[in-house]
């Protein structure tokens, strides 16, 4: 009977589609789910951002990736308690080069419905999406 292989060829089609397979950095948060406890936001490129915000579980280690190829390093700085103020720190959370891209990694907590608004900056120039807790 030849059931195991037939299963294993579509099994192996399948997956081969999946965007949202874990990679080293977690899962895509354009795949998040409840109970993920890793995610990587990519920047498709500086000009553009992330797409739109990210919602995750408190506790979410959270990576941020830059355009692959790309050499510039960017700063991840979250709003002050405010929302009105920028917390810009000597160092901000700048990013480092990791397995060959520009990468910021944390560990995001906080209560449920908590929004961090923060800016990527590169160059200077900010773009502002936000994560929200579960």
């Not at 920047?43 to 995750?56: E, F, L, M, R």
């Not at 929302?83 to 990013?95: C, L, Q, V």
């Not at 160059?123 to 579960?134: C, K, S, V």
């Amino acid at each position: 009977m030849r059931v195991l292989p037939v299963f294993a060829i579509a099994a192996v089609a399948v997956l081969a589609g999946c965007r949202h397979l874990p990679d080293a950095d977690g899962i895509s948060c354009e795949y998040s789910f409840r109970g993920a406890t890793a995610i990587y936001i990519d920047i498709p490129s500086y000009d553009a951002g992330p797409k739109g915000d990210c919602t995750v579980d408190s506790g979410t280690q959270v990576t941020w990736r830059a355009p692959p190829g790309e050499t510039r390093a960017f700063t991840v700085l979250f709003a002050s308690s405010s929302g009105h103020e920028w917390r810009r720190t000597a160092t901000g959370h700048p990013s480092s080069e990791e397995d060959g891209r520009q990468k910021v990694s944390m560990v995001v907590t906080g209560a449920s419905g908590t929004v961090y608004p923060y800016e990527i900056v590169v160059d200077g120039q900010a773009i502002d999406p936000a994560i929200i807790i579960r």
